[in-house]
């Protein structure tokens, strides 16, 4: 069972930042790629970054050069650094951890990032 437990979210200016960061449970998560994904409003949920275990990274072209997925397997976390945000990152956003393929387990609540113009 994935427990995934988001936290960082906010209401932030257009231009502005937030850190998100997701804890996992489970022995298994140092060996796990593990990805953010984001829903907006009326949408499904969109990927936005991965990470493998040894720190390849991937991003949705709509994010790249803005935010930086990032773990620190010794704490179980992973986080998502978001720098020049815009109104169209508002969403709620959710960690995953991969199981094989492009198949993802989500095991949170989310934490909702909302952005103003």
């Known amino acids: 069972q994935v427990q995934l437990v988001e936290s960082g979210g906010g209401l932030v200016q257009a231009g502005g930042s937030l850190r998100l960061s997701c804890e996992a449970s489970g022995r298994t998560f140092s060996s796990s790629r593990m990805g953010w994904f984001r829903q907006a409003p009326g949408k499904g949920r969109d990927f936005v970054a991965s990470i493998t275990w040894d720190g390849i990274t991937y991003y949705a072209d709509s994010v790249k050069g803005r935010f930086t997925i990032s773990r620190d397997n010794a704490e179980n976390r992973v986080y998502l650094q978001m720098n020049s945000l815009k109104p169209e990152d508002t969403a709620v956003y959710y960690c995953?951890?991969?199981?094989?393929?492009?198949?993802?387990?989500?095991g949170g609540q989310g934490t909702q990032v909302t952005v103003s113009s």
């Open positions: 995953a951890r991969n199981l094989g393929g492009s198949a993802f387990a989500f």
